[in-house]
């Protein structure tokens, strides 16, 4: 069984900084590309980050540029987010969810709707 499990949300305040983990079980880990995507109340889904599993690529959003950082732990079929500078438009609940890339040629983001797998969200509430 395919599981995605996010763990680290919480609240901090303006300027503080967080760790996100998502424990990945259930495939071959080195076959998919794993992101990180948002939604805040009555806003869409939004991709954060996404990092090809197999050769390390990473892509950002614009907004969170400079300040999030993806990376992965093969050994432990672990993705994490690492936030700093949380600022209250931040507020969301945070997803990973993986996309299958067992491909050889590079991983290219193309949208939430192409993930092939979800967990189920952790809140990050960052105030003033």
């Known amino acids: 069984e395919v599981q995605l499990v996010e763990s680290g949300g919480g609240l901090v305040q303006a300027g503080g900084s967080l760790r996100l983990s998502c424990l990945a079980s259930?495939?071959?880990?080195?076959?998919?590309?794993i992101g990180w995507f948002r939604q805040a109340p009555g806003q869409e889904r939004e991709g954060v980050a996404c990092i090809s599993i197999s050769d390390g690529k990473t892509n950002y959003a614009d907004s969170v540029k400079g300040r999030f950082t993806i990376s992965s732990d093969n050994a432990k079929n672990t993705v994490y987010l690492q936030m700093n500078n949380l600022q209250p438009e931040d507020t969301a609940v945070y997803y990973c969810a993986a996309q299958y890339w067992g491909y050889s040629y590079s991983y290219v983001y193309t949208g939430p709707e192409s993930m092939d797998y979800w967990g189920k969200g952790t809140l990050v509430t960052a105030s003033l």
């Open positions: 259930g495939f071959t880990f080195e076959h998919y590309a």
